[in-house]
């Protein structure tokens, strides 16, 4: 009889967004099959009971191809007939087996009397699987939820396949917490994905002192699965003479099996005795409590020891949560053991308290002012800084970067201000607001014209200051820093900012490859060259002094004590000692952030020295470390390319990208490791990559760019015209016809040696008619691209794209005659070189410019 297929799981399973790419992982790696059906559909767990024919039989009543005897009837059954000859052993023991012996293990015989009648509403419940979608309570007396202790009772579960795991440990360092939450919500979906375990959905939060996720809709049980069972080596299966030992027998008995149906199969280590047959899935709770260690295992490579678990951690582990329906789920994880308590902050609300599901979770820690979502809690610390910063006057303008950072540090999101001296204020701005934002942690606010108000608030991890010791520690604190910057610009002063920048002429100027001296020389051959190249002579004075002064900053005392603000203390020290606009803003600039919202360098000395300093970091990264991958980025290479790119794109220059590489390789001279043109190759490889991924940012379809950048990608500025004009033209009626003769032509003329047209051997009027609208459109093409207007040029080809299609329609391309078929193709790559003058067509999708 014909085997049942292995089951599959019939819960949907509408996988989060941020683990599509897990989900593909998991499938790779061999997960089982998933369906996506409706939850009424799903077919109740399968059982190990075989009916007649050893085949896998339900036991809830789902999927049954007829009724099941009852007991009365079975009684009334005449004597059952001897098996036939040749029907397996297992077989017979199975005929003559009472029917509760048939039940899985984990299900408990039960018998059922025969004058109770089950419910008609219940029994449709049953068999179209609907009933464990809601748990409802036993009536009193008879199973009823007991009180718990402290008189809290327990909630009633309304959701069937809730996993609930939260982690707290000891304070994570901020940058470390967002990194462990999203791998742990990964592994988990991954861990369950490859058991066919998918959930509907997933939720994942976390604060410095606990992770935690949530998966909903999980199925009752793993699908049951073809598996494949060894058994002993083959020599000791069968005898010399192909008999089966008795260590076969035992093996075809232990599996209820004929020793006949066993089959030999080799493996890594030989030939063993195997049988083939459907594995019946483990119940939830079994699957969850192997994978749910194992992804908490693998959280961390490295760490301490905080116990003798499974693996290490970075902070000490203090409890797991771990709950499936309400009920505690059997695990352990380095030494601590799963339960369904857990505790709020560790000083405010430190008593434990009982969870049950995840809503009551949520609600419970939200009542003692925990906010476990981190967009949430980032929105909340939002609301009560700008609350905080009316209340005192003032405004406050917050970077989305330090939004975020500050969210990390609190679970509570609070906010408490405060007062200082106004003469403590007579500081740059940008330098109060940075060292305060360090170290304590105080932002200063502003008034309506953009200067610095005597008030600051502050982030904390509590909701409120009723005594005010916090907001007096706070003031100490901040006056006795701000006194600190007062006494290092005093200091810095007293030195010029040119006599500090000759003093590390001899100096490493971190790239490993050369001094500070070495690479000011090279900035400054750079950007002189593109002075000229440009028509800036009259820059060419302000940025030899600039780059005279590049680096002189990281000698003085201030950016030693707040790093990132090297360049900008240059600027202002510049600006202090009376430079001209155009060099002091060029350093200022320097020290510019390279994120999307970070405004560009000002005048073309600035972003002439902003590109020469980044593409000599870029040729130092790639030769000492190569180019950077998903994982790997010790340099920073990739932001720093992806502001050079952004800088070309926006600033107007028009610089060729490829010789900017190979200008900046030259520079270096010998003291590159390794080929230099390995380097320019690769660099400009990694560019062109930068350069899509901009585009992207920008908001053009993948098809537009792959098109653009095909033809010519070296000219930024010139790039985006024509990225801009491909835009615009592809929703004119003309631009499918464009597209379908670019198609055409490349699909004739792909991998043909290149020919000349000869005008003797156009006999066709088709043909002839294409070359003469081949020379009106390269020329109007011609004047559209010299003056920069490629929608016109993109719009004179469709003239073209007529003479095309009626040319494919009267004239044979591949004619019998060498010397005819030679020149259409000649005349076909000279319309497809016209065709790719603005981009290359043929990569557009012809239906989007329907």
Do not use: M, N
């Given at each position: 009889m014909k085997r049942r297929s292995p089951a599959r799981i019939a819960s949907p399973c509408s996988t989060p967004a941020a683990f599509s790419k897990a989900a593909s992982v998991a499938a790779g790696r061999g997960a089982l099959p998933i369906t996506s059906r409706p939850a009424s559909s799903c077919c109740g767990p399968l059982s190990r009971r075989r009916g007649k024919g050893g085949r896998a039989m339900p036991t809830d009543g789902s999927r049954r191809r007829r009724p099941r005897r009852t007991a009365k009837k079975q009684a009334r059954k005449a004597p059952a007939e001897k098996p036939a000859a040749g029907q397996p052993a297992s077989e017979k023991k199975a005929a003559e087996k009472p029917a509760a012996e048939h039940k899985p293990a984990d299900q408990e015989p039960t018998e059922k009397p025969a004058a109770e009648k089950e419910p008609a509403?219940?029994?449709?419940?049953?068999?179209?699987?609907?009933?464990?979608?809601?748990?409802?309570?036993?009536?009193?007396?008879?199973?009823?939820?007991?009180?718990?202790?402290?008189?809290?009772?327990?909630?009633?579960?309304?959701?069937?396949?809730?996993l609930l795991l939260e982690l707290r440990v000891e304070e994570l360092p901020p940058r470390r917490v967002a990194v462990l939450a999203e791998r742990l919500a990964t592994r988990i979906f991954e861990e369950l994905m490859s058991c066919g375990l998918g959930p509907r959905d997933l939720s994942s939060g976390f604060t410095r002192r606990r992770l935690m996720v949530c998966c909903r809709g999980l199925p009752p049980r793993e699908p049951d699965r073809q598996g494949r069972e060894l058994g002993p080596p083959a020599a000791e299966a069968w005898d010399e003479d192909g008999r089966p030992t008795a260590a076969l027998v035992r093996f075809a008995e232990r599996l209820e099996v004929e020793p006949e149906e066993v089959e030999r199969v080799k493996t890594e280590k030989g030939e063993y005795a195997a049988v083939d047959r459907q594995l019946a899935g483990r119940p939830l709770a079994a699957a969850l409590s192997e994978l749910v260690p194992r992804a908490l295992a693998g959280l961390v490579s490295r760490g301490v020891r905080w116990g003798g678990g499974l693996g290490p951690f970075p902070r000490p582990l203090r409890s797991l949560l771990a709950l499936l329906d309400g009920e505690v789920l059997a695990i352990g994880f380095a030494g601590l053991t799963a339960g369904d308590r857990t505790t709020g902050h560790p000083v405010l609300s430190p008593s434990p308290f009982r969870v049950a599901d995840y809503a009551g979770y949520r609600r419970a820690l939200r009542a003692r002012g925990i906010l476990v979502g981190e967009s949430e809690r980032r929105a909340a610390l939002q609301a009560r800084l700008e609350g905080a910063a009316a209340a005192a006057g003032g405004k406050l303008s917050l970077p989305r970067d330090m939004l975020q950072r500050l969210s990390l540090e609190c679970e509570i999101p609070g906010v408490v201000g405060g007062e200082v001296d106004p003469r403590l204020l007579e500081l740059p701005p940008e330098i109060a607001d940075a060292a305060l934002a360090l170290r304590p942690g105080a932002l200063l606010l502003r008034d309506a014209d953009g200067q610095l108000l005597p008030r600051f608030v502050v982030v904390v991890d509590r909701p409120d200051d009723?005594?005010?010791?916090?907001?007096?520690?706070?003031?100490?604190?901040?006056?006795?820093?701000?006194?600190?910057?007062?006494?290092?610009?005093?200091?810095?002063?007293?030195?010029?900012?040119?006599?500090?920048?000759?003093?590390?002429?001899?100096?490493?100027?971190?790239?490993?490859?050369?001094?500070?001296?070495?690479?000011?020389?090279?900035?400054?051959?750079?950007?002189?060259?593109?002075?000229?190249?440009?028509?800036?002579?009259?820059?060419?004075?302000?940025?030899?002094?600039?780059?005279?002064?590049?680096?002189?900053?990281?000698?003085?005392?201030?950016?030693?004590?707040?790093?990132?603000?090297?360049?900008?203390?240059?600027?202002?020290?510049?600006?202090?000692?009376?430079?001209?606009?155009?060099?002091?803003?060029?350093?200022?600039?320097?020290?510019?952030?390279?994120?999307?919202?970070?405004?560009?360098?000002?005048?073309?000395?600035g972003q002439l020295l902003a590109i020469a300093s980044r593409l000599d970091e870029l040729v130092a990264g790639v030769a000492l470390a190569g180019i950077p991958t998903s994982r790997r980025d010790p340099r920073r290479l990739r932001p720093l390319a992806q502001g050079l790119v952004r800088l070309l794109m926006s600033s107007g220059l028009e610089l060729d990208l490829d010789l900017l590489v190979v200008g900046a390789v030259l520079r270096f001279g010998e003291r590159l490791p390794g080929s230099g043109d390995e380097v320019v190759a690769a660099l400009q490889s990694f560019l062109l990559e930068r350069v899509k991924n901009e585009l992207g940012r920008r908001g053009y379809a993948y098809d537009e760019i792959a098109a653009a950048t095909a033809v010519r990608a070296n000219l930024l500025p010139d790039l985006l015209r024509r990225m801009e004009a491909l835009r615009r033209a592809r929703s004119e009626p003309y631009f499918g016809a464009l597209v379908h003769a670019a198609k055409r032509i490349g699909s004739i003329v792909q991998g043909a040696d290149e020919h000349k047209i000869r005008p003797s051997l156009l006999v066709e009027e088709a043909e002839q008619a294409l070359h003469a609208t081949l020379g009106r459109v390269r020329a109007a093409v011609d004047e559209a691209i010299g003056d920069g207007r490629y929608e016109e040029a993109l719009a004179a080809m469709a003239e073209l794209a007529d003479a095309v299609d009626r040319f494919f329609a009267d004239v044979l391309v591949m004619d019998e005659d060498q010397e005819r078929r030679h020149n259409r193709i000649a005349l076909l790559q000279s319309a497809r070189r016209v065709l790719w003058r603005v981009a290359r067509l043929q990569e557009m999708e012809a239906g989007a410019a329907d």
């Open positions: 509403e219940k029994k449709a419940e049953r068999l179209s699987g609907s009933a464990a979608a809601e748990v409802p309570p036993p009536a009193a007396g008879e199973g009823a939820p007991q009180p718990r202790p402290g008189g809290a009772s327990p909630e009633v579960i309304r959701t069937a396949g809730e009723p005594d005010q010791r916090v907001c007096r520690g706070y003031e100490r604190a901040v006056a006795g820093r701000l006194t600190d910057l007062h006494h290092l610009l005093q200091a810095d002063r007293e030195i010029p900012l040119a006599r500090r920048a000759r003093r590390l002429d001899e100096q490493d100027d971190g790239s490993g490859l050369g001094t500070w001296g070495d690479k000011r020389a090279r900035l400054t051959a750079l950007v002189e060259s593109w002075c000229r190249e440009l028509g800036l002579d009259d820059h060419a004075a302000a940025a030899r002094e600039a780059i005279a002064l590049f680096g002189g900053d990281r000698d003085t005392a201030l950016v030693r004590e707040l790093p990132s603000l090297a360049g900008v203390v240059g600027g202002l020290y510049a600006r202090a000692e009376g430079y001209v606009e155009a060099v002091w803003q060029a350093l200022y600039d320097q020290g510019l952030s390279t994120s999307d919202d970070a405004p560009l360098p000002r005048g073309p000395v």
